[in-house]
C-alpha cells in the first residue's frame, strides 16, 4: 500500500487530474498540493492523491554528483 | 523510470559499491531501513545480495500493516461481524490474521461486507452507495496515507456524508524510531529514512534523533543507485564522524516536506499514543480524530474499543520488525509460516519483511 509511482499530469479538473504512465490512465486527487501541477509534470502519486511533483533537475544533479567529483565531504 | 535510467546505471552502481567499501576501511556497517518499499527495492533490485559482507541491513517497522497492532485487528474484525456496516479497507489487510487465526478474508466467507479500494477517496464512492449502512474505512499506514485519509475526511464532512466513518490506525515513524534508538539492545549504526514519509514531514523531525543518538541517517528514494548511495553516505558520515541527516532523494522530498498535507491531518487528527505489534504503546506515534471530526470517528459513533488482544502464538513478527531477529531465523519461516499461508503479518504484506525473504532470499539458497 506505500507504492508511491510517478505519473504525468494530462488534464486538471478542480481537485481531480488525468495521470499516465506507460498507457495507464488514473484519475488522482490534488487535495494535498498546495501548489497545484502543470499538465506535462510529474507528480508521484501514493494512495490516489498526489504528494509531490517530482523535480527531474534534482534527480539530474544527484546524479551529477556521483558521476563527477564524487564530493562527499559532510559539511 | 525506464531501465535506461541512470539511477540504475549498471557501472555506476558499481562505482558506488567499490567506494562503500572504501569508505568503510574495514569497519561494519549495521544499517536499518523503516521503510516497506526499501525493504522490497533492496531485494528486487540485487543490491542487497551485492552489498560487501561487512554491510548488514535490518528491516525495521516499516510496513503499516506489519505494525498494525493484534488488538487493532481485533477490533475491526469484530466491526466487520456487525450488521449494517460495510468495511472499506485497502488489500493488505484482507489476509492479516488477527486472534486464533481470523481474517478480513475469512470474515466475507462468513458474510461479512468488505469493499477493498485503491484510495481512501474510492470508499466514499462506498458510502454513497451505501447510505442505508455505515461505511467504515480502516485507516492504516504512515504519515504518507494519513493525509489522503484526512483530506477524503474533509470532503465526507463538507457533503455531510454522515455513513462515512474511519477508524484512525495511523502510526507516526519519528516517535518509533526514538524509541528503537533507546533500546539498550539496539545496534542500529545508520538509518535509511522513508522516501515518501519524508515527502510529507520534511527532514526537520528527524534531526533531533540525529543528534541524540549520534546516527548518522539518509532519507532515500527506491532505484538502485538511490539505494547504494544511500548506504555509501552512511558509510561516509561514520567515517568522518559526522552523524547527521541528509536528504539524498530531493527530487521528491523538500526539507521543509509538504506543508498543506500537514495542515490537513492536523486539521482532522490530533496526535495520540498508539500501539504498535512488538514494540507495545509508543507515545505520540499515532493520531486520533479531532473533535470536529469525531461524528466520522468509527470507535465513536459504534461505540467500538481496543482491548487487549494476545499475540499470535509462535509468531516473532515483533522481534523482526524491531531489527533483532532476521525472518529467516524465525522457527516459523518457511516452515509453518509462509506467503500462502501465513502466521503473522510480515509474511502478509507484500511489503513485510518476511514476505520479501521468502521470495527473494529463498531464490539463492
Not at chain 2, 498543506?260 to 504503546?281: K, M, Q
Request: charged share 20%; aromatic share 6%.
Amino acid at each position: 500500500m506505500c507504492l508511491a509511482v510517478p505519473m504525468e499530469v494530462k488534464h486538471i479538473e478542480g481537485e481531480v487530474a488525468d495521470v499516465e504512465i506507460g498507457g495507464v490512465r488514473k484519475q488522482i486527487r490534488l487535495d494535498l498540493m498546495g501548489d497545484k501541477p502543470q499538465v506535462g509534470e510529474f507528480v508521484i502519486i501514493h494512495a490516489g492523491f498526489a504528494i509531490r511533483v517530482l523535480n527531474r533537475e534534482e534527480a539530474m544533479e544527484t546524479i551529477k554528483i556521483f558521476q563527477e567529483g564524487w564530493n562527499l565531504e559532510l559539511v | 523510470m525506464s531501465s535506461s535510467d541512470p539511477l540504475r546505471d549498471p557501472a555506476l552502481c558499481r562505482e558506488v559499491l567499490g567506494r562503500i567499501e572504501e569508505a568503510l576501511q574495514g569497519r561494519s556497517l549495521r544499517f536499518m531501513e523503516v521503510c516497506g518499499t526499501h525493504t522490497v527495492a533492496l531485494f528486487r533490485s540485487g543490491v542487497h545480495s551485492l552489498l560487501p559482507s561487512q554491510v548488514v541491513h535490518l528491516t525495521g517497522p516499516g510496513c503499516p500493516v506489519c505494525v498494525t497492532h493484534e488488538s487493532e485487528v481485533a477490533a475491526y474484525l469484530e466491526l466487520a461481524g456487525r450488521d449494517g456496516v460495510v468495511i472499506a479497507t485497502f488489500g493488505d489487510l484482507m489476509r492479516v490474521p488477527g486472534p486464533g487465526g481470523a481474517s478480513l478474508k475469512q470474515a466475507v466467507a462468513e458474510g461479512a461486507r468488505v469493499e477493498v479500494v485503491y484510495s481512501p477517496f474510492d470508499a466514499l464512492a462506498v458510502a454513497k452507495a451505501n447510505p442505508g449502512d455505515k461505511v467504515v474505512f480502516l485507516g492504516i499506514g504512515f504519515e504518507t496515507t494519513a493525509p489522503t485519509v484526512a483530506a477524503t475526511l474533509r470532503v465526507a464532512k463538507a457533503e455531510g456524508l454522515s455513513n462515512f466513518l474511519v477508524m484512525p490506525f495511523h502510526k507516526l515513524v519519528p516517535p518509533a524510531l526514538d524509541v528503537l534508538l533507546a533500546d539498550p539492545e539496539m545496534s542500529v549504526e545508520g538509518f535509511m529514512l522513508p522516501g515518501h514519509v519524508s515527502a510529507i514531514i520534511g527532514t526537520a523531525p528527524y534531526a533531533p534523533l540525529a543528534e541524540k543518538y549520534r546516527i548518522p541517517s539518509v532519507v532515500a528514494g527506491f532505484e538502485p543507485l538511490d539505494l547504494l548511495q544511500a548506504i555509501l553516505l552512511m558509510a561516509e558520515m561514520k567515517r568522518q564522524d559526522k552523524p547527521r541527516v541528509v536528504n539524498n532523494y530531493k527530487r521528491v522530498v523538500s526539507d521543509e516536506g509538504n506543508p498543506t498535507a500537514r495542515a490537513i491531518v492536523e486539521e482532522v487528527y490530533r496526535p495520540c499514543d498508539a500501539l504498535w505489534r512488538g514494540i507495545g504503546s509508543i507515545p505520540g506515534s499515532g493520531l486520533a480524530m479531532a473533535d470536529a471530526y469525531k461524528a466520522h470517528d468509527a470507535f465513536e459513533v459504534l461505540g467500538v474499543e481496543l482491548r487487549e488482544s494476545p499475540p499470535l502464538p509462535g509468531c516473532r513478527c515483533g522481534e523482526v520488525l524491531k531489527g533483532k531477529m532476521p525472518p529467516d531465523k524465525c522457527p516459523l519461516f518457511a516452515k509453518a509460516c509462509t506467503p500462502a499461508n501465513p502466521v503473522g503479518p510480515c509474511m502478509v504484506s507484500t511489503e513485510g519483511s518476511c514476505a520479501a525473504y521468502f521470495k527473494y532470499q529463498l531464490d539463492l539458497a
